[in-house]
C-alpha cells in the first residue's frame, strides 16, 4: 500500500516556474514507476511524465518535453516534477501515481494508486 501527497502547486505566470513535489509513504517507494498526471477543466485527464524504478528511464508528453523534469529521490521518498517555460495551457490539477509491475507506462489504468492532486495555475 503506498499512499501520495503532492505539494507545491500555485499560481505562476507564463514563462515561470513550479516545483512539484509526490511524496509517498512506505518502505517499497523504490520499486515503483512514477508518474505525473494533468487534467484540465474540461478535458480528461491526460500524461506529462514518468520515472522508472530506477530513476534511470523517463518519458515525456510532446508538450512539455524539454520544459518539464521528472526526478525521484529514493531515500526521501520523493517525486518531483520541475516545471519551467509555464503556459497558460499547462494549467491543470497535477496527480502524482504510482505503478509496481512492469515497464515504466503512459497509461493511467496501469497506475494503482494516486494521489489528491495539486493546483497549477498559469497565468497570460
Known amino acids: 500500500q503506498v499512499q501520495l501527497v503532492e505539494s507545491g502547486g500555485g499560481l505562476a505566470q507564463a514563462g515561470g516556474s513550479l516545483r512539484l513535489s509526490c511524496a509517498a509513504s512506505?518502505?517499497?517507494?523504490?520499486?515503483?514507476?512514477m508518474a505525473w498526471f494533468r487534467q484540465a477543466p474540461g478535458k480528461e485527464r491526460a500524461f506529462v511524465a514518468v520515472i522508472s524504478w530506477s530513476g534511470r528511464s523517463t518519458d515525456y508528453a510532446d508538450s512539455v518535453n524539454g520544459r518539464f523534469t521528472i526526478s525521484r529521490d529514493n531515500a526521501k521518498n520523493t517525486v518531483y516534477l520541475q516545471m519551467n517555460s509555464l503556459k497558460p495551457e499547462d494549467t491543470a490539477v497535477y496527480y502524482c501515481a504510482a505503478d509496481q509491475y512492469g515497464d515504466s507506462s503512459r497509461n493511467e489504468y496501469r497506475y494503482e494508486y494516486w494521489g489528491q492532486g495539486t493546483q497549477v495555475t498559469v497565468s497570460s
Open positions: 512506505g518502505r517499497t517507494f523504490s520499486s515503483y514507476n
